[in-house]
């Protein structure tokens, strides 16, 4: 007895601590779950300091969102008349329907956040150069496609919130010159949202822009390898090459003799040195389940704390006001309504230039800046480095702008798209009692 | 450099260990919300109850959960139900048991208007859907309160005044129902007053004024609230509007007809009762006779005698 609860504690308490360099490589290369992770992987990209660990973070965010989202379709139906009650049913009646729902919506925006913060990441420490350049362009579409998945779920609810947040973001769309139209008519199945619209918004949720992510997301950390891992390494491969190596004991020969000076073989050492480079098993292994359980651990708690919004059902005849887009949408919102011009009984909607114009001008800028960069080589792979101080100012300029339009989008914009001070009380709004 | 890598394993493990611990309690609370919800008590004291006045068998065929009235054909479910759990034990428990336990009373009309077939919010008002006190009544995020005794006194009504609105979804088309003087008293000055002149309701009437087919379903937000005193609602809006038409919205061609409060009140709350609310024929009570007797024809179908135990949630 005593001997099979001593196997038992065995077994629960089982530990994987490789004995060699080959066993741990190999608990990598054989593993399919692992095989995409290198054998080794550099201390430098193991810092907590260089990449926070965002793109982990994200990918986290997203395999919970995957796995929660599957859950929420077993009892959602995205019809006009049951989506609204399929909800409220989850909040109420379904076991563990609030949580699972909550954890599915501060997980989204988290992602959001986290996407955007990675982003941020690179940028600053010009990792995007070079080789890397096209892993940038693969990011920003795994950006877009993060914003259009979050859109897309924001509708699902059917209340009064997501019916006019997507009737802002469509109408802004409707902006476009040209194709603006066409667009927001097939993404709406017609001219006004409804039973076509949701039934898009569904499908573009559920099917295909997660599978069109999770294939980029494989693209994205496939590059990332082939690329030569984290760009943190740079660095180190520099200092590595540049450093003068101690002749070595034995001399250089050429074909007929020896010859002066070192041998190409002593020059390039374009390998990364044993002292600056860890196992993967466990190392990473152990940090990404880190992550993955921190990332866990915050939703969940957001969701135990905080409660997702669900407002009254979508009624296209009364408009709440205001009408707010999401919030990371609600910076091209205010956008709009600030570049909308009256001239007496005249109004030109800033639409087209705050909704169109501006963030697609941003977004090519965002797409084509690693071939603009002109900072030199030994820029890449270092935070804040000296030689990228203008464009990392420019960059950082546009994320306080664009940060602070949606904080007053967010907390200061009330009734009638007015500015209200916190603390300054706000109008009633009428009802009915 | 071995002792750096060290430190990787120490600190990394500590913290998945930690982190593991934290997870196994965010577990541990949304488990605990789930078997301990709110209504939980509620229906443990309705057990003892039931235990009391009703016996040990009663009371061990009660089963402790989450209970609706679902009727899809009006698209209601009432889980009201959890934990006013003595709504049709009239015969046994006493009405002194208090909220949210005591029977619903035995009114005239509570033959014609099962349980089963018009559940709770249809009369009540309030958010069937919900499972907690505040959700269920609260008007916050919910553009259909529930008609209660409060709400009722702010508006110098009594609740059973108040939910005349409510009946009239249904019963629109009467000349006069019993039990509904509020709502019958505001139908005989609508016709004496020759609202119809003016105002279109139904495809009949005149184009003076704006058609007031569905007065209740008007956004209160598209209302002029700059010369009205107090709350700002619709209802305050009408009432105020029919005491003194040309102070809240000057330059009206509505004339003033020196309505009594009460008579402006009545009229109130029969014009919030026009609205969409889509309920089968069966529902809606055949059309009476104004010389007949004013008992109302509620519904054709005949309902099954409530049965004490509700619709468990699926």
């Known amino acids: 007895m005593r001997e099979r609860m001593a196997k038992l504690w065995r077994a629960v308490t089982w530990t994987w601590s490789p004995e060699s360099e080959r066993e741990s490589s190999e608990a990598i290369v054989r593993n399919l779950w692992l095989h995409w992770f290198p054998a080794k992987i550099t201390r430098a990209a193991m810092s907590w300091n260089y990449s926070m660990w965002l793109g982990t973070a994200s990918a986290s965010l997203f395999l919970i969102l995957t796995i929660t989202g599957v859950m929420l379709m077993f009892f959602y139906v995205p019809s006009t008349e049951r989506a609204y009650g399929s909800i409220k049913d989850l909040e109420f009646a379904v076991s563990f329907g609030r949580i699972l729902r909550n954890q599915h919506r501060w997980a989204a925006e988290g992602m959001v956040a986290i996407v955007f913060l990675h982003m941020a990441r690179v940028f600053f420490t010009g990792a995007y150069r070079g080789q890397r350049a096209a892993n940038w362009v693969v990011g920003v579409l795994l950006l877009l496609l993060t914003l259009l998945l979050s859109f897309t779920g924001y509708l699902l609810p059917w209340d009064q919130l997501a019916f006019w947040a997507v009737t802002v973001g469509t109408n802004i769309a409707r902006e476009a010159p040209l194709v603006g139209g066409t667009i927001s008519f097939l993404l709406l199945g017609g001219n006004q949202i409804d039973q076509q619209t949701l039934l898009r918004f569904y499908v573009l949720h559920v099917f295909f822009l997660p599978l069109l992510l999770w294939i980029l997301f494989a693209y994205h950390m496939w590059r990332v390898r ?110 709009v309504a600030s570049t909308t011009v009256r001239i007496g009984p005249f109004t030109i909607s800033g639409g087209f230039l705050g909704g169109i114009l501006l963030p697609g001008f941003l977004l090519m800028v965002l797409a084509v800046w690693p071939w603009l960069d002109r900072s030199p080589k030994n820029a890449e792979g270092r935070w804040f480095a000296k030689t990228r101080r203008n464009q990392n100012a420019v960059f950082a300029a546009a994320i306080v702008a664009i940060v602070i339009l949606i904080i007053i989008g967010v907390f200061l914009r009330g009734p009638y798209w007015k500015i209200y001070l916190p603390g300054t009380p706000r109008p009633e709004m009428p009802k009915v009692f | 450099m071995a002792k750096q890598e060290k430190s990787y394993e120490v600190t990394d493990y500590g913290w998945l260990v930690a982190m593991s611990f934290v997870f196994l309690a965010l577990v541990a609370i949304a488990l605990w919300r789930e078997v301990f919800p709110s209504w939980r008590p509620v229906q443990k004291t309705f057990r003892n109850d039931l235990q009391k006045y009703a016996g040990v068998e009663k009371a061990d065929s009660f089963q402790i959960g989450i209970k609706q009235i679902w009727i899809p054909k009006i698209n209601v479910v009432d889980r009201c139900v959890t934990c006013h759990l003595g709504y049709d034990w009239g015969t046994i428990l006493p009405a002194t048991l208090g909220e949210p336990l005591m029977p619903h009373p035995n009114l005239p009309y509570m033959d014609k208007h099962s349980f089963q077939q018009f559940g709770c919010t249809p009369c009540h008002g309030g958010q069937g859907w919900a499972t907690t006190a505040e959700a269920a009544h609260g008007d916050k995020g919910w553009n259909d309160p529930m008609l209660s005794a409060n709400l009722a006194k702010r508006y110098g009504l009594t609740r059973g005044e108040l939910m005349q609105m409510r009946c009239n979804y249904c019963h629109r088309h009467d000349v006069a129902t019993s039990g509904m003087e509020q709502i019958n008293a505001a139908k005989i000055l609508f016709k004496a007053k020759k609202c119809i002149v003016c105002h279109t309701v139904e495809g009949r009437g005149g184009a003076t004024a704006p058609e007031i087919t569905y007065f ?67 529902y809606i009570p055949a059309p009476l006779e104004a010389s007949a007797t004013p008992t109302p024809t509620a519904s054709a179908t005949p309902s099954p005698a409530a049965s004490p135990a509700p619709t468990k949630a699926p």
């Open chain 2, 216 to 282: 209740g379903d008007k956004d209160p937000e598209l209302v002029d609230f700059s010369h009205v005193n107090g709350a700002r609602t619709l209802f305050n809006w009408n009432y105020q509007h029919l005491m003194d038409p040309d102070k809240v919205s000057p330059h009206t061609t509505m004339p003033t007809f020196n309505f009594t409060p009460d008579e402006a009140r009545d009229l109130t709350l029969l014009l919030l009762s026009w609205r969409r609310e889509i309920f089968p024929p069966e």
């Open chain 1, 226 to 335: 082939k690329d030569g891992g984290l760009a943190a390494v740079e660095p180190i491969r520099a200092e590595r090459t540049m450093r003068p190596k101690e002749m070595p004991a034995t001399k250089s020969y050429s074909m007929f003799g020896l010859t002066p000076g070192t041998s190409v073989q002593v020059m390039s050492s374009t390998d990364l040195e044993e002292q600056d480079l860890v196992t993967s098993s466990p190392n990473l292994t152990r940090r990404v389940m880190l992550v993955f359980l921190a990332v866990q651990n915050a939703t969940l708690l957001a969701a135990i704390l905080f409660n997702a919004p669900l407002e009254e059902a979508a009624n296209a005849a009364v408009t709440p006001n205001p009408a707010k887009a999401p919030w990371y949408f609600v910076w091209l919102q205010e956008l």
